[in-house]
T-cell receptor
């Protein structure tokens, strides 16, 4: 069955430090991959997506992610974290053959310390 | 910038009552979705809807749930007889032809 694993439930980084959030997926075909961010009490905002082509994708707010087919991974990175990046981050795989549904990971809560 | 809107932001109901959650998708989108997030858990897919019919539904989406697009702008989720375990945040989403799903702010449903 299709699944998404985010192995880190919580991550704490210092402001200005680099960030990498891990995501692994299980899916037989070429996936559509997404990262969403959710601030407390808010909805889900799309950070970036991968459909095909260049495996390094750029998103909003200075985030980027790299698709590695051999590792079934789609890790999210940011070179310098800002306090406003504190939120919960969700990786998701899109299943086009199943009504375009998104399967989400459990999320990683990012805390930023000053 | 166009956005998905949802009403109400918070709904409190008694167990066994019917609730209708409302969503206004982005106007030129054709694909619509409902997801839910139980407190502290992951976001779960409920249903996708296209061309006035359900295209996919999860095992959560049983006979107690229904969706409807009653007019050209609204997309609703109805729960006929709510249970305690239906308490969750419900998110509506819509997408156009790019497969990017845009999410609304959610409706927090509390079943007492």
């Amino acid at each position: 069955a299709q699944s998404v694993t985010q192995p880190d439930i919580h991550i704490t980084v210092s402001e200005g430090a680099s960030l990498e959030l891990r995501c692994n997926y299980s899916y037989g075909a070429t996936p559509y991959l997404f990262w969403y961010v959710q601030s407390p009490g808010q909805g889900l905002q799309l950070l970036l997506k991968y459909f095909s082509g260049d495996t390094l994708v750029q998103g909003i707010k200075g985030f980027e992610a790299e698709f590695k087919r051999s590792q079934s991974s789609f890790n999210l990175r940011k070179p310098s974290v800002h306090w406003s990046d504190a939120a919960e981050y969700f990786c998701a795989v899109g299943l086009m053959e199943y009504g375009n549904k998104l399967v989400f990971g459990a999320g990683t809560i990012l805390r930023v310390k000053s | 910038e166009p956005e998905v809107t949802q009403t109400p932001s918070h709904q409190v109901t008694q167990m066994g009552q019917e609730v209708i959650l409302r969503c206004v998708p982005i106007s030129n989108h054709l694909y619509f979705y409902w997801y839910r997030q139980i407190l502290g858990q992951k976001v779960e897919f409920l249903v996708s809807f296209y061309n006035n019919e359900i295209s996919e539904k999860s095992e959560i989406f049983d006979d107690q749930f229904s969706v409807e697009r009653p007019d050209g702008s609204n997309f609703t989720l109805k729960i006929r007889s709510t249970k305690l375990e239906d308490s969750a945040m419900y998110f509506c989403a819509s997408s156009g032809d790019t497969n990017e799903q845009f999410f609304g702010p959610g409706t927090r449903l509390t079943v007492l």
